[in-house]
Nanobody, 113 residues
Framework: QVQLVESGGGLVEPGESLRLSCAVS?????????LGWYRQVPGKERELIVT????YSMESVKDRFTVSTDYTAYTIDLQMNSLKPEDTAVYYC?????????WGQGTQVTVAS
């Protein structure tokens, strides 16, 4: 069973940074599929942020968030700098477009003073 497990979330103050990581259990999925980071705010649809080939779907994070991949560890990371309260959400990784059975628990990011 393929699993994508997100980690690295937490509570930070505005302006601080966090680094999220997504571990992909399947080498094939990691190498064959386009992967991406998504986020979901309560009451809203889950949105694609950025893909592993650095295509941003969210203009508001383009200059602050950076995606990177480790092809030996099968991880995709999201470095988030200059965090804002509006970045508060649950962050997920999945294929692009998303594969429903791959959704994990996500990792909560809360930005507050």
């Amino acid at each position: 069973q393929v699993q994508l497990v997100e980690s690295g979330g937490g509570l930070v103050e505005p302006g601080e940074s966090l680094r999220l990581s997504c571990a992909v259990s399947s080498k094939e999925v990691f190498r064959v599929y386009r992967l991406g980071w998504y986020r979901q705010v309560p009451g809203k649809e889950r949105e694609l942020i950025v893909t592993d080939n650095k295509m941003y779907s969210m203009e508001s994070v383009k200059d602050r968030f950076t995606v990177s991949t480790d092809y030996t560890a099968y991880t995709i990371d999201l470095q988030m700098n200059s965090l804002k309260p509006e970045d508060t959400a649950v962050y997920y990784c999945n294929t692009v477009p998303p594969t429903p059975r791959f959704w994990g628990q996500g990792t909560q990011v809360t930005v507050a003073s």
